[in-house]
């Protein structure tokens, strides 16, 4: 299986990573539909491993620290065969840094102050069970209303990474112009943006970026939340606090679009023997600049399915016959 480096770092993984947003679950995910959600996570994780998927993204907001408490569970004894990724940025434990949003009766908010990182990085080594990170990331920028220069977060990073907690330092969410004050004052690893073959918005500035500069990119939501895997179906409703129902791209309307695109696919899928999850994965880590492909899940089936788009090599033509297909679709309309 190919590994890859993140950034000229000595870390590698394999391309396709497990995302555990929904591990965390809340308010933004409906309650999973098996009998034993944290047992089934454990599961999924270990699956992960097993089949060669060893880059394991999480952040202290999904859930609360739950999905990080079950990392540190799933991973207690086997720690040194994953590579843990996580984050600092969304703070909810004192009134430090600038409101954003309210879940579950708990209000969060941006702060990349040095004060509360180094709070936040010890939270996670506790929750995930280890003594250092792999890869530690800026979650959400600071508030211009409580603003923390570039130049103060990242000194704290380096400091960290200097006492041995981190062995590398990501972003997330960000704009080049904040990209290049991360690299004036000492400089990354990662990027983990948004990016789909639905959102490739991307392409047009911070990719060039990053590949310029040698910066990996972590993907996150390739799948469009499941949208992309061909399970979501015309039927399929969501509440209002689900974070799908957000997504333009779940509009009815739009939605048929996307579903019928996936459905002239099969000639693909017939030819690579994969799935549809399979072959939306492998064409995302084909794309130039992207590094790894963050796929989220949290049943053992998906993650073993997710974990051989890996194995997966696309021709070029059919690379481009996705690409223009997906282009037809054009922008989704707004509901």
């Given at each position: 299986m190919?590994?890859r480096?993140i950034?000229?770092t000595?870390?590698?993984?394999c391309p396709?990573?497990?995302?555990?947003?929904a591990?965390g679950?809340?308010?933004f995910?409906?309650?999973?539909?098996?009998p034993?959600?944290?047992k089934e996570?454990?599961g999924?994780?270990?699956a992960?491993i097993?089949?060669?998927?060893?880059?394991?993204d999480?952040?202290?907001a999904?859930?609360f620290?739950?999905?990080?408490?079950?990392?540190?569970k799933?991973?207690?004894?086997?720690?040194?065969?994953?590579?843990?990724?996580?984050?600092?940025?969304?703070?909810?434990?004192?009134?430090t840094?600038a409101?954003?949003?309210e879940?579950?009766?708990?209000?969060?908010?941006r702060?990349?102050?040095?004060?509360?990182i180094?709070?936040?990085?010890?939270?996670?080594?506790?929750?995930l069970?280890?003594?250092?990170?792999d890869l530690?990331?800026?979650?959400?920028q600071?508030?211009?209303?409580?603003p923390?220069?570039?130049?103060?977060?990242?000194?704290c990073?380096?400091d960290l990474?200097?006492?041995?907690?981190?062995?590398?330092?990501?972003?997330?969410?960000?704009?080049?112009?904040?990209?290049?004050?991360?690299?004036?004052?000492?400089?990354?690893?990662?990027?983990?943006?948004?990016f789909?073959?639905?959102?490739?918005s991307l392409?047009?500035?911070?990719?060039?970026?990053c590949?310029?500069?040698?910066i990996s990119?972590?993907?996150?939501s390739?799948?469009?939340?499941?949208?992309?895997t061909?399970?979501?179906?015309?039927?399929k409703?969501?509440g209002k606090?689900?974070y799908?129902?957000?997504i333009?791209?779940?509009?009815?309307a739009?939605r048929?679009?996307?579903?019928d695109?996936?459905a002239g696919w099969?000639?693909l899928?017939?030819?690579y023997?994969?799935t549809?999850?399979q072959l939306?994965?492998?064409?995302?880590?084909?794309?130039?600049?992207?590094t790894?492909?963050l796929?989220g899940?949290?049943?053992?089936?998906?993650i073993k399915?997710?974990?051989?788009?890996a194995?997966?090599t696309?021709?070029q033509?059919?690379?481009k016959?996705?690409?223009a297909?997906?282009?037809?679709?054009g922008e989704?309309?707004?509901?």
């Open positions: 190919e590994l480096s950034g000229n000595d870390i590698k993984a396709v990573a497990l995302g555990t947003w591990m679950g809340g308010a995910w409906n309650r999973s539909d098996v034993e959600p944290e996570a454990i999924t994780i270990h992960a097993d089949n060669g998927i060893t880059l394991i999480t952040a202290p999904y859930g620290g739950e999905s990080e408490e079950i990392i540190g799933a991973l207690k004894g086997i720690r040194h065969k994953a590579v843990i990724a996580t984050k600092c940025g969304l703070w909810w434990h004192d009134d840094g409101f954003y949003f879940k579950d009766g708990i209000t969060l908010r702060s990349l102050d040095p004060k509360t180094r709070q936040e990085v010890d939270f996670s080594l506790k929750r069970g280890t003594d250092y990170i530690y990331q800026t979650h959400w600071a508030d211009p209303a409580v923390t220069p570039i130049a103060d977060t990242m000194a990073l380096l990474k200097k006492q041995g907690k981190i062995r590398a330092i990501g972003v997330s969410n960000v704009t080049i112009g904040q990209l290049e004050e991360y690299i004036a004052a000492g400089g990354i690893q990662s990027n983990q943006p948004r789909s073959m639905l959102d490739r392409e047009t500035g911070i990719l060039p970026f590949r310029e500069q040698g990119i972590l993907a996150y390739p799948l469009e939340q499941g949208l992309l061909g399970a979501i179906t015309m039927d409703t969501f606090t689900e799908r129902s957000r333009p791209w779940f509009l009815p739009n048929r679009k996307v579903i695109m996936l099969k000639t899928t017939d030819k023997a994969c549809l999850s939306v994965i492998a064409w995302t880590i084909a794309q130039p600049g992207i790894f492909a796929c899940g949290r049943k053992v089936k998906h399915e997710n974990a051989k788009a194995l997966l696309l021709e033509e059919d690379i016959r996705i690409r297909d997906v282009e037809k679709l989704p309309a707004k509901g």
